[in-house]
C-alpha cells in the first residue's frame, strides 16, 4: 500500500464580480482568491485490495452535520477524471477525508477535497500531469477545483477555471465566522440573473493592493456582488460583519455564495477578540492566508 496525505485549504473570495449568464447556464466571474490555513486532511492510498472506498468523517471538535460518503463525495468524481485522463487506474484505492471546513459555506471545502485528491493520485502515480493539467482536470469536477489544485493568491475568470497565479498575499489574520444556516450556490445565481448590479469590486485596485502588501488597502477594496443578496435574506450576515468591524477588522466580507463570513486584521489579540465574541452563537475559526 502506497498512501500520501495531502492538506485541502479553504479559500476565500477577497473579490468576487458575477457577469450575465453564458448559454451554457454559467456565468463568467472575475475573482481574486485567497487560501487559508484552515484545511481539511486528505488521505489516499493506492491498494492491493481491488475496489474504491470512500470515507468522510469531522475531525475531533469539528462535527458539522452529515457529510457526503462514497460515490456522492466530489473526490470520487475527481479520481475517476484522473483514471480517465491518464488512461491508469489502480487495482484499489482509499480515500480517507477529516473535515474541518464547515459545508455550504463558501469556503470551496468539496472543491478543495477533490484537488487534494488530484495532487495526491498524480504524486501516487509518478506526476504523469503538470500542475496545470492537473488544473485543467479539476475543471471536469466542479468550477472551484482548478483554483483549489493550485492554490495560494489568484485572479480566476472564466467560470472559475481560467487561474491566473498572482504573488503571494501578505500574511493575513483571519477570523472566519459560519453561521447555522447554508446559503443554496444555484438559488444565489438565479437570484442575481434578476439583479441589476451597480457596485462591483475595484479588482484592479485589489491586485495593486495585493503587490504593495497593503493589508488595510486589501481589506478596504473587499467586495462580493453576491452579499447584499445574501444580506437581503439573511441580515445575520450584516451583523456578524458589525460584530468584527467592532473588534477592529480592516474588512469583512461573506465568502463567494456564503454563508461564511470572515474578516482581516492586523493585530492577533483583535482577531482573537472577534472570534470570542461570536463564538457563542456561531462556529468561528482562525486562521491565516497561505
Ligand atoms: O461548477 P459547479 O458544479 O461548482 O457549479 C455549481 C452551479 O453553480 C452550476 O450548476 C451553476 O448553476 C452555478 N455556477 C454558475 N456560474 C459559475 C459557477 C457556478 O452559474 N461560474
Not at 86 to 101: H, W
Request: aromatic residues 6%; negative net charge; charged residues 25%.
Amino acid at each position: 500500500m502506497r498512501t500520501v496525505i495531502e492538506s485541502a485549504f479553504a479559500k476565500l473570495n477577497l473579490t468576487l464580480d458575477i457577469f450575465p449568464r453564458r448559454e451554457d447556464g454559467y456565468h463568467p466571474l472575475k475573482t481574486v482568491m485567497q487560501t487559508v490555513s484552515l484545511c481539511d486532511e486528505v488521505k489516499i492510498s493506492l491498494e492491493s485490495k481491488p475496489g474504491r472506498t470512500l470515507r468522510c468523517t469531522w475531525a475531533e471538535g469539528y462535527d458539522g452535520g452529515e457529510l457526503p460518503q462514497g460515490e456522492e463525495n466530489l473526490c470520487w468524481k475527481a479520481a475517476d477524471a484522473f483514471f480517465a485522463r491518464t488512461g491508469k487506474a489502480p487495482e484499489g484505492l482509499s480515500i480517507r477525508i477529516k473535515k474541518r471546513i464547515p459545508m455550504e459555506a463558501g469556503l470551496a471545502g468539496g472543491s478543495s477535497d477533490a484537488a487534494a485528491v488530484l495532487r495526491g493520485l498524480n504524486t501516487l502515480m509518478g506526476e504523469p500531469l503538470d500542475p496545470f493539467t492537473l488544473a485543467e482536470v479539476g475543471a471536469q469536477v466542479g468550477s472551484d477545483v482548478p483554483y483549489c489544485v493550485l492554490g495560494g493568491t489568484a485572479l480566476c475568470e472564466g467560470r472559475g477555471e481560467i487561474v491566473t497565479i498572482l504573488p503571494p498575499a501578505p500574511k493575513l489574520l483571519i477570523t472566519l465566522c459560519k453561521p447555522d444556516f447554508g446559503i443554496s450556490t444555484k438559488a444565489l445565481y438565479e437570484k442575481i440573473d434578476a439583479t441589476e448590479i451597480t457596485d462591483r469590486p475595484d479588482n484592479d485596485a485589489m491586485l495593486e493592493a495585493l503587490r504593495t502588501a497593503d493589508a488595510s488597502k486589501i481589506g478596504s477594496l473587499l467586495k462580493n456582488v453576491f452579499e447584499p443578496l445574501a444580506i437581503a435574506d439573511h441580515p445575520e450576515i450584516e451583523t456578524i460583519k458589525q460584530a468584527m468591524r467592532s473588534c477592529g477588522a480592516l474588512g469583512t466580507q461573506m465568502t463567494g455564495s456564503g454563508s461564511a463570513v470572515f474578516g482581516i486584521f492586523n493585530i492577533k489579540e483583535d482577531a482573537e477578540a472577534a472570534a470570542r465574541a461570536l463564538s457563542g452563537k456561531y462556529k468561528t475559526f482562525l486562521a491565516v492566508s497561505v
